[in-house]
């Protein structure tokens, strides 16, 4: 039985594309261009000192990162993804000159995990990590973290268990840092995640729990587990600060790699960022560090399933509302598995409610096609969830709400030096035989259009 939704938009043609599963935009009247240096969440405040302190926290596990990730060594443990040009994709995405220019920050190489999922997933565990070493004396504040790869370190970490829901990228982060560290690693995964990210895990010694239902299934079977053994860490991907905040550090790498491009962000020069989202912790992290960061010329919009578009759904449900995908008669089905999520983190939206530009949708097909576009056009590989985002400037410059949207900002005045940032998730370790499959029906879906 589908349920009408909370709060039904005044906007009758953006509800009707919502329950149709077309391609939609919503924007967001709530976002403030000068919000509160901190601001609160499920109860607690937060602000750029916490981004810092958690940039602070990655940079002081380098050294270990480095030892026991040799695909590390030569960052010494840095775990970031280049800004790449992308002026030569602009005329496939429909990007028409004088509408700004083009960059991609690939978090589809970022190694280790291999997804947008590496910072936050690495950072929560460390900072667990952290915690038990200092109490047990593995290391000393202020000391070399590199310790905790001895002998001894692994035995006390090995006593303790680490566990996390997960439609597949945030496991793998979460599966394979833990792992590393010695410590008893578990994914529970729902039936949406592939063959491959289960099987990558298990090669790395982590605990693969299979579950029959979706990604919310899995979380609450995860942290129902976890409940009962006090030994055990869940990370909660629907809860977690500690995953958000490690995700908005990305925000610090990413100022400093603008500065190198020579891109300017400010009101003549604004900076536009499409963001592929499930759960919406790790865009929301982003956008959070942006905001802190780089101030009120940036606008993040996340991109979202046209089947699973639960952070759009919950942001026009507003405040006091937790809505479902399934309530609006969709469901939640797609190739895209890691934005494959019924229902949105009430920690990530209460927090993007005054940072949020918008939301918009796509369809599998077009993830299909763009991934084609971006391997064809830069060489870069791709998973389908990190192609989401690059429908977002075509959205904004040639839709009825997007031009609306352009102009109530004023942006529609200095396009032409604008800045479109796509944000991708994942995409470097997918096997060759899988990557195949997505680039055969990305060309079947561009030669069917023509």
Known sequence: ???????????????????????????????????????????????????????????????????????????????????????????????????????????????????????????????????????????????????????????VLGRYQVAVGSTGNLGMSIGVVASALGFQATVHMSADAKEWKKARLRQR????????????????????????????????????????LGYSAAALHLQKQLAEQGVAVDAEHPLIVYLPCGVGGAPAGITFGLRQVLGPHVHCFFAEPVQSPCFMVQMMAGPGAHPSVYDWGLSNRTEADGLAVPRASLLAAELMRPLLSGVFTVADDTLFAQLVRVLDTLGERIEPSAAAGFSGPALLTGTTAGQAWLRSTGIDAVLHQATHLVWTTGGLLVPEAQYQGFVQRGRAVLAAQG
């Not at 009247?29 to 609160?40: D, E, G, K, V």
């Not at 499920?42 to 940039?55: F, P």
């Not at 693969?208 to 869940?234: K, M, Q, S, T, W």
């Open 1 to 155: 039985m589908t349920i009408a939704p909370t709060q039904p938009p005044t906007d009758a043609l953006l509800y009707t594309r919502l329950r149709n599963a077309q391609p939609a935009l919503w924007t967001n009247a709530a976002r403030q261009a000068q919000p509160a240096a901190a601001l609160t969440a499920l109860g607690r405040s937060i602000s750029l000192d916490d981004t810092k302190a958690a940039a602070a926290r990655l940079a002081r596990f380098a050294g270990l990162l480095a030892q026991v990730f040799p695909e590390l060594a030569a960052t010494g443990g840095v775990v970031e993804s280049p800004l790449l040009p992308g002026a030569a994709l602009q005329p496939a995405l429909g990007i028409a000159e004088g509408q700004g220019r083009l960059f991609i920050k690939a978090d589809h190489s970022l190694p280790v995990a291999g997804s947008i999922k590496a910072r936050g997933g690495m950072h929560e565990v460390l900072e667990f990590a952290e915690g038990l070493a200092l109490q047990h004396g593995l290391v000393l504040p202020g000391g070399d973290y590199r310790a905790l790869a001895t002998p001894q370190a692994r035995e």
């Open 205 to 244: 010694g982590v605990q693969v729990v299979e579950h029959a239902g979706d990604y919310e299934r899995a979380v609450a079977a995860g942290r129902a587990e976890a409940a009962i053994n006090p030994l055990c860490h869940f990370v909660d991907d629907e809860q977690s600060f500690s995953l958000l």
